[in-house]
């Protein structure tokens, strides 16, 4: 359950919202919203007391009304906010009518790749340069990223070619490192339950995309998203790329575009739609790019290299710029006929 209190509420009012609750030996939650204050109770409440609660709590002074919240998550959910969240970068929306394309290299590998790469996202027509300068990989001995010059050279690009950036953070002390050169922080399918990066990342109001791990079910995923909204970052977008396939013989993951009509049932938030982890072979990519976008998808994010055979990490899912290029105006056909815009 959570109560929606009035713009206006005075906080008295809000006290004693929490009183009545806390009376029947329930706790609260106060959480932030965009016009109201709003007070959540994160325990279950017994059926025979729901009644009487929200009919007190609606009448309090300075309550607005009484939501039921069947989730476990509450800032995330569709009940605490109808509306679709929009989540504007530097004039870039997300989550509008205007599908956005993400697109770069899996890592920044150097000046030349990452500002050659720039150049064809923005000559595509897409806002946001993607490039990995902390790399999770499987192997201790893969390629790890340029680290901090991944992100220098990164910000360098995206402001030479005016896109906005994405990149990979992968532990809380490395924050505010990422967040001073990336418009967007990335946490990664393998770190989506790593809390303490959550409440780090959370903590520093930036601007981030949560990728669903690769066996998490969509409660889990909208739990991590609420352990961001809830340690206080607004903008926070869903990625779905892709989940443990049962034959990896032909593709490297599942991607499950259920998810996206599923979340948008759910949530509020934006979701961008990876079809470059989810197929694992660049080949699919373009097709599943646009199933994406049929989906719903309010973005995709693409891995593309100059010379994908050279790349340092994910090479084989990596589309040419041709190919890219292409595939950007596929999706634009696709945009288009689903009443949208790319
Ligand atoms: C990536 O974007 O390069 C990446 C490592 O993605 P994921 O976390 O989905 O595997
Ligand atoms: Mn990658």
Do not use: W
């Not at 919203?33 to 009448?59: F, K, Y």
């Not at 390629?143 to 990164?154: D, I, K, M, W």
């Not at 739609?273 to 197929?279: A, F, L, M, N, R």
């Amino acid at each position: 359950m959570m109560v929606l209190m009035d713009a206006a509420a005075t906080a008295n009012q809000v006290q004693d919202v929490l009183q009545c609750i806390e009376a029947q030996g329930m706790q609260t939650l106060r959480l932030p919203g965009d016009e109201h204050i709003a007070i959540g109770i994160p325990s279950a409440i017994p059926p025979a007391v729901r009644e009487t609660l929200t009919q007190q709590l609606s009448t309090l002074p300075g309550v607005d009304h009484v939501v039921q919240i069947s989730r476990p998550y509450k800032l995330a959910s569709r009940e605490f906010r109808s509306v679709d969240t929009v989540i504007n970068i530097k004039g870039v929306e997300i989550g509008g009518k205007t599908c956005v394309v993400m697109a770069g290299p899996c890592s920044v590998e150097s000046r030349e790749q990452i500002f050659e790469s720039a150049k064809v996202v923005r000559d595509a027509g897409a806002k946001v340069l993607r490039g990995g300068a902390y790399k999770p990989r499987t192997s201790p001995y893969a390629f790890q990223g340029l680290g901090p010059e991944g992100l220098e050279l990164l910000k360098e690009a995206g402001d030479a070619f005016g896109l906005l950036t994405i990149t990979e953070v992968m532990a809380p002390e490395d924050v505010p490192l990422v967040a001073a050169h990336a418009d967007i922080l990335q946490i990664g399918a393998r770190n989506m339950q790593n809390y303490a990066l959550l409440i780090a990342a959370g903590k520093s109001g930036h601007p981030t995309m949560l990728k669903r791990g690769p066996s998490a079910s969509l409660d889990e995923f909208l739990l991590a998203a609420e352990y961001l909204l809830h340690h206080g970052t607004q903008d926070v977008m869903l990625c779905e790329r892709g989940v443990h396939p049962l034959d990896r013989t032909y593709t490297r993951n599942t991607l499950d575009l259920n998810a996206v009509p599923a979340l948008h049932q759910i949530s509020h938030l934006p979701v961008i739609v990876d079809p470059s982890h989810g197929t694992g072979v660049a080949k699919f990519v373009p097709a599943m790019a646009r199933a994406g976008l049929a989906a719903g998808a309010d973005g995709l994010i693409i891995e593309v290299h100059p010379r994908p055979r050279e790349a340092l990490s994910d090479g084989a899912q990596s589309l040419t710029p041709d190919q890219f290029t292409q595939t950007v105006a596929e999706l634009r056909k696709i945009a288009e006929a689903i009443g949208r815009s790319l």
